[in-house]
């Protein structure tokens, strides 16, 4: 019998907890790949559509309560205390023989300690990211059983901080790959984006919060752009429909709405665009695999900026910048722009800069080959979940479950 066949035998239960909507993409690809290991597997907990759609039952929806910042997560504490109190119930009512927690940093860490001293173990996917909280992996690392890690400096962060870690690999990797001209057409044609001009993205993000306080800023910067590109068309994704809705009534107030269209599928608006203006996050991942080059811009509340000055003055964050393909590469391969410098013509001009400059598009785009080579071989998912079910069966075994860290070695050298 295979090492992958003796993990997967025994029905288990499996609690699933996620707190956006990125975390409910993660948490639907893990599912399907935990019934395939085992169908028998009985899988229930906290996230959105589609993880249930995926199997799993879920007890509450919690693609709303993601937020970023430190004043900014104060609006969902009620949602957060809810969502604790119907896991705490139905873990007391069916034990679960395994807890996987994907996101959502500190609500993740309280109740991975309040599993763990009930005896569930707890599995990290997604921790908490190195690039800021480095000096805080050790209290991290001992809320886990074990942390599932999916870029090569934060499982050699957590590793050092004494974690128990397997590196898995990014689930992104399986989905997205470099976009041909062919398939960039396709998309166009698709959404109704035939014609000439540029294609530009505004993806402000996939929580209620940036939908609010980035799209106004990337439509004003829309207008800045198009005294340079006069017949550029925009995309804006929306993840959830309350978010399309919130979009339509910003953009009903301008003058150029015609040239503006919103959908439901993010990776198709990055495949048809020729850059995407947008917010720091997994968005900026899924550009980067695609191969559209962006421009990022990261804008918090004035208290947490402030917060943010203080913890990189005093060397408690690594650095402030924002990016994940520029935090992965260790240099800046694509423009930030942050806080208050995201004013809409500083925006716009970067955005033309790399427009109108084809031999940067290039090697922007080469960057991300490299870049991608970073985050692990495709089949993440199901390292994944192997690990999961390695978990609540015992010992991981060498080499049955990880993947090659083979971005360590890159890394050094692309510093």
């Not at 090492?3 to 948490?27: H, K, N, W, Y």
């Not at 996101?103 to 990211?129: C, D, N, S």
Request: proline residues 7%; glycine residues 10%; charged residues 20%.
């Amino acid at each position: 019998m295979s090492p992958a066949r003796q993990i997967c035998d025994s029905e288990p239960q499996v609690l699933i907890s996620t707190g956006e909507v990125s975390g409910d993409l993660i948490g639907a690809g893990l599912a399907k790949a935990l019934l395939a290991c085992d169908p028998s597997a009985r899988l229930w907990g906290v996230g959105g559509f589609r993880m249930e759609e995926a199997g799993v039952r879920i007890i509450d929806n919690t693609n709303l309560l993601g937020s970023v910042g430190i004043t900014e997560p104060l609006s969902t504490v009620p949602g957060v205390m809810r969502t604790f109190r119907r896991i705490r119930d139905h873990v007391r009512n069916r034990r679960p023989d395994v807890a996987v927690l994907i996101g959502h940093e500190f609500f993740h860490m309280i109740l991975a300690r309040w599993l763990r001293a009930g005896g569930i173990p707890t599995v990290a996917y997604f921790p908490p990211q190195v690039w800021i909280w480095r000096r805080l992996a050790g209290p991290i690392a001992r809320s886990y059983d074990l942390i599932l890690t999916s870029f090569p400096e934060e499982h050699r962060v957590y590793r050092m901080a004494g974690g128990n870690v397997l590196f898995v690999g990014h689930y992104l990797r399986d989905l997205l790959k470099p976009v041909s001209p062919e398939g960039r057409a396709a998309a166009r044609h698709e959404l109704g984006l035939d014609g000439p001009g540029p294609v530009i993205g505004l993806l402000p993000g996939s929580r209620m919060q940036e939908v609010d306080r980035l799209l106004p800023l990337f439509l004003d910067a829309a207008e800045d752009l198009r005294r340079g590109e006069p017949q550029a068309r925009f995309v804006v994704p929306a993840a959830e429909s309350s978010f399309a809705k919130a979009a339509e009534r910003l953009i009903e107030n301008r003058a150029w709405k015609d040239r503006v269209t919103v959908t439901r599928g993010s990776h198709q608006a990055m495949t048809a665009s020729d850059l995407i203006i947008s917010c720091s996050g997994t968005a900026t991942l899924e550009a980067m695999l695609i191969g559209v080059p962006m421009v990022i811009v990261y804008q918090v509340s004035g208290i947490t900026w402030l917060v943010v000055e203080f913890l990189d003055r005093s060397g408690l964050i690594h650095s402030k910048t924002a990016g994940l393909p520029n935090l992965i590469a260790g240099k800046r391969l694509v423009p930030e722009i942050i806080q208050y410098e995201a004013v809409p013509s500083q925006i716009g001009r970067e955005a033309l800069s790399i427009l109108h400059d084809p031999g940067r598009q290039q090697r922007i785009k080469a960057d991300f080959e490299t870049v991608a080579a970073m985050m692990g071989e495709p089949g993440a998912a199901e390292r994944a979940a192997r690990a999961v079910m390695s978990k609540k069966s015992g010992p991981i075994g060498p080499g049955v479950l990880a993947a090659p860290i083979e971005g360590r070695a890159m890394i050094k050298s692309y510093k």
